[in-house]
């Protein structure tokens, strides 16, 4: 397989499969309330139409507000090519690492923040300054939880961190892993705007902070926007996929010539698993006033300074 | 690969130590501190059904089943009816915000880990962890008791100091011997009975449970 | 014989709840006094005639060597004559309606049970059973503290059982670092928390875990021991406590707490082979005590709190001795240990007394002692002089001693900051007096309204005992105690 057709085939699963992910968690939220729920492939009749849409922009904003979808979709596309669907893919060795891809998604939220205060609009300031609040406090735990993971394989580069745990077995049972896996997933969970956080399915003015900052887009704009949340929700479920639950060895031990094929299905088969996980957290909790999510990214601290702690004490 | 889970389990230990710190009210303090409990009798367990497979020692199980007996059951019983009878409000009860009581606590845990890595004599590695985890605890209970107002939160600081305690003797050396452990129970029931009876009389005597109220006696 | 002595304390302690009358409380106390006395007495004859005693039952649970009978003797005799006192000291109370019959027999059932778990402490040899004792006596006092059921009192049990319970806490994580170290030497024996047996493989645990283990037990026995700074509790308990168990608290309970420190003070020294970590850390320790304790009681108020921290004043200079670790000094230390014990049981008798009287514990209130109760006056007076370190009363003569002992062991610097701060207490302890005993602060209209006259008659006896053994200790120390001091100081240095 050569280089482009690697990058091209990652590109693929990602923008393609993102929208498909909302789709899963939704069924799943709607099947425990006993409802039927919208189709699973809703979104991408969603983004259809808007992209079909006409795009109404604010006389009163700048330039910036009319840049910033490009700028977040390019950015976010940018950060999933850097994180590897699947370890058969050779061509990802190249220096990008995590922290790129932290900061990509920085870049990105940076231009959203901006462009929702841009417009004017008392609801674009106010999901602004509470998304950047969020941000502010998550961003300790998802470092100390890389940089951790980074001193156990050696490397910044997601590609080698996925390497080095895809080599052990089940990895959840050292409690090194235990521990980032848990501070990672909250910060899944506060970074898409999920129901401790932020709830997805509002448009209740004083709770939402995602929808707020988005609520002056429109159109094609307003689809490119949705579409990087959903592959930036990709790209930390294939974190947590790919470093956490690293099921290849028993794959190679169910069928010693694993194919792309089959370990794509894997890839898959994790990524509904940690979406079942999500919506499973979703109907279980109720959101959390603004004021308490700072104790959940404590939590989320917590845990990931003690994985470091006793990554530390133990070396793995 | 036993040292693999107990290692997981002082972890959780500390972990709900963490969770104590950022919790607010009383009834949430016990319901952490039943639940770290259940993880101590946890380990007991464990180590417990281990010795009584490899020695046939059955000591340490029956520490397991008295920890369920007297800190499961019978203890957040005790404080849940002492939490009843005397008029608790929900009012501000800590002195630091959470999140500045939880990067204290961080703070605690590397002191733990500086403090214990210094003794160069503890040569199994898991000791070693297991001491510092259980010591963290120690510290974050003492922590937790000057930083709460309410005299509940302190007994509840003492409790979890002596699970912290509990923990280290019994990860660390496979229990104390048996005589001792009987008396440190015997003790803590003593203890949590007193200071319950006590808190009834602050509660009748100063009308609240507030120990900011208790300064009469200075110098 | 013993043993039988112990468990029929505990049973004394159980016989109070059945009977309600006050004359059988007097007789019970009384029987309880002669037990404690007859218990003294045999068990220092037997150790004194033929040695160490041992008991084989429960793992060798109990031994008595010659440093815990200096310690039980203490405890015993000062708990026989405090009981006798506490005849006297509540049928007043109870008198003047202060406290119920049933308050009375609370009182009483724990005070045994109290003197129980003391007594317990110096004569197990298991260190953890020795933990569970001291934390014990924490649990047996703490409704003795709070006795009188006002708020200070309330605020002094909660203070006291706090502080205390924590600060134990920490010593059993020190004994859990001793105990691992035991386990990593000697594989599945279960003689390992036993002194003796630490005692006697010194050599052989890791120093580095005796090191940490000795900071963590100096700093949980200490709080019960009373040094700064985790002291908080004791001025509140002590002055809150009634008389005759402020008396058990700051004579006995100090002392055995500081028994503790000392046993394994001795292991940890022997290990190391010097003195100068646990010097270092305990003259510290000792020489804070003492200045935070002289600075606090020359703005006293109240004067049960002055004799507190007088308590912990004293307690900082055993503690210096220790530190200094030469045999003359630790011989300084335990003689210092008993006569503390008996000035300061016979001023806070003296002191419940006055409190009887005058109904007050402000200094400020109290005045003309000589002409209202005279002879409980002078026993006040006499004991003042004493706890400063007048001569002829035996607490000079043991500072004396320590402070050579300081210069001899090349500590010139620290023996004179000693020595001044002990000039400091004096001053303000003579300050003090000079008010109580000479000022006419009290309004006319108060003073007429009391008449002079004695109270608690058998008190006044026993603080006359009391007064006795100050005095003869000072001036002439018989042989037998000598001997026994001697070879106390045998033992605390390591030897057998």
């Known amino acids: 397989m050569n280089y482009l057709a690697s990058f091209g085939l990652q590109i693929l699963v990602m923008v393609a499969l993102a929208p498909l992910v909302n789709g899963i968690i939704k069924k799943v939220k709607a099947f425990s309330q006993k409802r039927k729920g919208p189709p699973l492939l809703q979104l991408y009749y969603d983004l259809w139409k808007l992209f079909k849409k006409d795009t109404v922009v604010s006389e009163t904003t700048s330039w910036i507000f009319r840049i910033t979808p490009y700028i977040v979709a390019g950015a976010v596309v940018l950060a999933a090519l850097l994180v590897p669907v699947n370890l058969n893919l050779p061509s990802f060795h190249f220096a990008g690492d995590v922290i790129l891809v932290i900061y990509l998604l920085g870049m990105a939220r940076f231009f959203m923040v901006l462009s929702g205060l841009d417009s004017g609009s008392t609801f674009g300031g106010m999901g602004s300054s509470r998304e950047v609040m969020i941000s502010v406090l998550l961003e300790p735990s998802l470092l100390i939880s890389m940089f951790t993971i980074g001193l156990i394989a050696g490397s910044t580069s997601v590609y080698s961190m996925m390497i080095s745990s895809a080599g052990t077995g089940f990895l959840l049972f050292q409690p090194v892993y235990l521990l980032l896996f848990l501070a990672v997933f909250i910060i899944l969970i506060a970074e898409t705007s999920r129901i401790p956080v932020d709830d997805p399915a509002t448009h209740l003015e004083l709770t939402m902070v995602h929808e707020a900052m988005i609520l002056e887009y429109s159109g094609k704009h307003l689809a490119l926007m949705e579409w990087a949340a959903c592959i930036k929700q990709l790209i930390f479920i294939t974190l947590l996929a790919n470093i956490f639950l690293p099921l290849e060895s028993f794959l190679a031990f169910a069928s010693p010539n694993s194919t792309l094929m089959s370990s794509l299905l894997l890839y898959l088969a994790k990524v509904i698993f940690i979406a079942v996980l999500v919506a499973v957290t979703e109907i279980s909790t109720v959101k959390l006033r603004l004021f308490s999510v700072p104790n959940l990214a404590a939590l989320s601290f917590i845990l990931a300074f003690l994985g470091f702690f006793q990554y530390l004490l133990v070396g793995r | ?219 | 014989m013993e043993i039988t002595l112990l468990l029929a304390l505990l049973l004394l302690a159980g016989l109070f709840w059945t009977t309600a009358k006050r004359i059988h409380f007097n007789i019970m106390n009384c029987i309880g006094a002669v037990m404690l006395l007859a218990m003294a007495i045999l068990t220092t004859y037997k150790v004194s005639v033929s040695g160490p005693i041992h008991f084989s039952m429960l793992d060798n649970l109990f031994y008595i060597d010659e440093f815990s009978v200096v310690v039980l003797d203490t405890i015993l005799i000062v708990s026989a004559l405090v009981c006798i006192y506490a005849i006297g000291y509540m049928n007043h109370e109870l008198n003047h309606q202060s406290v119920s019959l049933n308050q009375i027999r609370l009182f009483y059932s724990l005070t045994y049970v109290f003197i129980f778990t003391m007594i317990l402490v110096v004569t197990t040899q298991n260190l953890g059973v020795m933990w569970i004792a001291i934390e014990a006596t924490t649990l047996a006092s703490a409704f003795l503290v709070g006795f009188y059921n006002s708020k200070e009192s309330i605020e002094a049990a909660w203070k006291y059982v706090i502080i205390c319970s924590v600060g134990i806490a920490l010593a059993l994580l020190g004994i859990v670092l001793l105990y691992i170290s035991a386990v990593n030497v000697f594989e599945g024996s279960h003689s390992n928390l036993n002194w003796s047996f630490l005692l006697e493989n010194a050599k052989r645990l890791h120093s580095s875990i005796l090191k940490i283990a000795f900071i963590f037990i100096l700093v949980g026995f200490g709080t019960k021991v009373g040094l700064a700074p985790m002291h908080t509790w004791l001025p509140d308990a002590h002055s809150q406590a009634p008389a005759p168990i402020s008396a058990l608290l700051s004579g006995v309970l100090l002392n055995s707490a500081m028994y503790g420190i000392i046993r394994v003070l001795t292991i940890v020294n022997k290990n190391l082979g010097n003195t100068l970590y646990t010097g270092r850390l305990l003259i510290g320790a000792g020489l804070i005590s003492i200045t935070a304790a002289a600075i606090f009681i020359l703005v006293q108020k109240d004067y049960k709190r002055m004799l507190a921290y007088s308590s912990i004043e004293h307690m900082g200079i055993i503690t210096f001795g220790l530190g200094i670790f030469t045999p003359a000094a630790i011989f300084a230390s335990l003689f210092h240990m008993l006569n503390h014990a008996f000035t300061k049981s016979l001023l806070f008798l003296a002191s419940g007394n006055i409190y009887l009287k005058y109904k007050t514990r402000e200094i400020s209130k109290v005045s003309g002692i000589f002409k209202m109760m005279p002879v409980t006056g002078v026993f006040f007076l006499l004991g003042l002089f004493a706890i400063a370190g007048m001569p002829p009363f035996s607490i000079f003569a043991s500072e004396l001693n320590l402070i050579t002992a300081g210069f001899a062991a090349r500590h010139p610097w620290l023996a004179s900051y000693l020595v001044l701060l002990i000039a400091v207490v004096f001053a303000g302890i003579a300050s003090i007096a000079l008010k109580m005993f000479y000022s006419t602060g009290l309004p006319p209209r108060d003073r007429d309204a009391m008449k002079p006259g004695e109270v608690n008659f058998s008190g006044i006896a026993v603080m006359g005992v009391l007064l006795f053994l100050i005095c003869a200790g000072g001036l002439y120390l018989p042989s037998v105690i000598k001997d026994l001091l001697v070879s106390a100081v045998g033992i605390v240095k390591g030897g057998h």
């Not at chain 2, 890595?117 to 000791?127: A, G, K, L, Q």
């Open chain 2, 1 to 219: 690969m036993i040292e693999n889970y107990l290692h997981l389990l002082s972890i959780t230990i500390l972990i709900t130590a963490f969770m104590l710190v950022a919790n607010k009210r009383v009834n949430e303090y016990i319901k952490t501190f039943q639940l770290q409990s259940l993880l101590l009798a946890i380990i007991a367990g464990i180590l417990g059904v281990h010795h009584v497979s490899q020695t046939g020692d059955w000591e340490i199980l029956l520490v397991a089943v008295i920890t369920v007996a007297v800190k499961v059951v019978y203890i957040p019983y005790l404080l849940r009816t002492t939490v009843r009878k005397v008029e608790y409000k929900v009012e501000k009860d800590f002195f630091w915000n959470i999140p500045i009581s939880i990067l204290i606590c961080c703070g605690l845990v590397l002191l733990s880990y500086f403090t214990i890595t210094n003794i160069e004599d503890i040569s199994d590695r898991f000791v070693k962890i297991f001491l510092i985890n259980s010591t963290a605890v120690v510290l974050i209970g003492l922590f937790f008791m000057i930083s709460r107002k309410k005299a509940i939160g302190q007994i509840i600081g003492f409790l979890v100091i002596e699970n912290g305690l509990f923990t280290a003797a019994i990860l660390s050396t496979n229990g104390m011997p048996m005589i001792v452990e009987l008396g440190i129970f015997f003790d803590l029931l003593t203890a949590v009975l007193i200071m319950g009876i006590l808190v009834f009389r602050i509660n009748e005597s100063f009308e609240s449970i507030d120990i900011d109220k208790l300064k009469n006696l200075r110098g």
